[in-house]
Nanobody, 120 residues
Framework: QVQLVESGGGLVQAGGSLRLSCVVSGTPFRVDAMGWYRQAPGKQRELVAS???????NYADSVQGRFTISGDNAKKTVYLQIDSLKLEDTGVYYC??????????????WGQGTQITVSS
């Protein structure tokens, strides 16, 4: 059974930094891409950043220049370095992994989420 375990959330003051980690376990199959999503209170879940197995990254405009996503394919791990945190970064951050089961089967798996709360 595929499991994604996130870590690194917490309470931090505005302007501070955090580093999130997410590890995929329970599958021998390749992870094509991983990403971080967040859901703020009362809002829909949104993409924050993503990275492919080839290293191509994508960021939401709201986090460009402050967030950095990186990955380790061999460890099936993705990181999110978050700097210059703002109050509006508060939310639950979810890790997503796109696992390649075959040439035609790609499935998304989600972590349970980790809370980030930014205080003033």
């Amino acid at each position: 059974q595929v499991q994604l375990v996130e870590s690194g959330g917490g309470l931090v003051q505005a302007g501070g930094s955090l580093r999130l980690s997410c590890v995929v376990s329970g599958t021998p199959f390749r992870v094509d891409a991983m990403g971080w999503y967040r859901q703020a209170p009362g809002k829909q879940r949104e993409l924050v950043a993503s990275i492919t197995s080839g290293g191509t990254t994508n960021y939401a405009d709201s986090v460009q220049g402050r967030f950095t996503i990186s990955g380790d394919n061999a460890k099936k791990t993705v990181y999110l370095q978050i700097d210059s945190l703002k109050l509006e970064d508060t939310g639950v951050y979810y890790c997503k992994a796109d696992v390649r089961y075959s040439a035609s089967i790609l499935r998304a798996h989600w972590g349970q989420g980790t809370q980030i709360t930014v205080s003033s």
